[in-house]
C-alpha cells in the first residue's frame, strides 16, 4: 500500500529552466509534506517543506506547492542548475505524536546543459 | 564536520552473522530514526527514538535491536543475517519529533549479505 506515489521515475530539464517534480498521496491524515534530494553515495538532504495549511512555500529557487483537495503537491526549481541533478524524494507525514516520514519511490532529475 | 554520522558506510557479511551498524547525531536532536532503503529504493521508516526511549517500531523482525546509550547515539544490532536484509541503512535525526520538523540524514550504510 504505497501511501506516497512520484509517477515519474525520471525527468531531464534543460539547464536555466523551470523543473516540476510531482507527488501524489493517498492519506488524507498527513499535514507535513517535504521534499528531500539525494546525490549518490550521500543521504538524503532536506531541502523544503509545507504544511497543510498553507498551499505553497518558497525559498530561493525552490517552491513548493500543495493541492490539498487533489492530494498533490509539487516542487518547482526555477531556475535549474547542473548542481540540480539528483533524486528527489516526496515525503510525508500525518500527526500522530511522533514523526513518522512516508517516502515516494523518488523521480531522478537531470539538468542538461 | 558531519551532522548524523554512520559506520561503517560499506558492510560485507555473511548469512547468519550477527552485525552492529553506528549512528551518531552531533546537532543536539532529542529524536533518532533507522530507515532502510531496499532494492526498489523505497525509504521505509524501522525505528524512531525519542531521548532514549522506543517511540516508533514499524514491524521489523525482532533480529533487529536498536539501542541508544544516550540522546545522541542509536544503534542497530542485527542478529542472524538473511539475504533480505541486503540494503541501504539511514540513520537521521530531528529535533524533537514532532510532526512538522524536517529530518536530517546520515549518509548510509550498504549492508550486502553473501
Known amino acids: 500500500d504505497q501511501q506516497v506515489k512520484q509517477n515519474s521515475p525520471s525527468l531531464s530539464v534543460q539547464e536555466g529552466r523551470i523543473s516540476i517534480l510531482n507527488c501524489d498521496y493517498t492519506n488524507s491524515m498527513f499535514d507535513y509534506f517535504l521534499w528531500y534530494k539525494k546525490y549518490p553515495a550521500e543521504g538524503p538532504t532536506f531541502l523544503i517543506s509545507i504544511s497543510s495549511i498553507k498551499d505553497k512555500n518558497e525559498d530561493g529557487r525552490f517552491t513548493v506547492f500543495l493541492n490539498k483537495s487533489a492530494k498533490h503537491l509539487s516542487l518547482h526549481i526555477v531556475p535549474s542548475q547542473p548542481g540540480d541533478s539528483a533524486v528527489y524524494f516526496c515525503?510525508?507525514?500525518?500527526?500522530?505524536?511522533?514523526?513518522?516520514?512516508?517516502f515516494g519511490q523518488g523521480t531522478r532529475l537531470t539538468i542538461n546543459p | 564536520d558531519t551532522a548524523v554520522s554512520q559506520t561503517p558506510k560499506y558492510l560485507v557479511t555473511q548469512m547468519g552473522n550477527d552485525k552492529s551498524i553506528k549512528c551518531e547525531q552531533n546537532?543536539?536532536?532529542?529524536?533518532m530514526y533507522w530507515y532502510k532503503q531496499d532494492s526498489k529504493k523505497f525509504l521505509k521508516i524501522m525505528f524512531s527514538y525519542n531521548n532514549k526511549e522506543l517511540i516508533i517500531n514499524e514491524t521489523v523482525p525482532n533480529r533487529f535491536s536498536p539501542k541508544s546509550p544516550d540522546k545522541a547515539h542509536l544503534n542497530l544490532h542485527i542478529n542472524s543475517l538473511e539475504l533480505g536484509d541486503s540494503a541501504v541503512y539511514f540513520c537521521?535525526?530531528?529535533?524533537?519529533?514532532?510532526?512538522?520538523?524536517?529530518?536530517?540524514f546520515g549518509d548510509g550504510t550498504r549492508l550486502s549479505i553473501l
Open positions: 515525503a510525508a507525514s500525518a500527526d500522530q505524536g511522533a514523526q513518522k516520514l512516508v
Open positions: 537521521a535525526s530531528s529535533q524533537d519529533g514532532a510532526s512538522n520538523q524536517p529530518q536530517h
Open positions: 546537532l543536539g536532536h532529542d529524536t
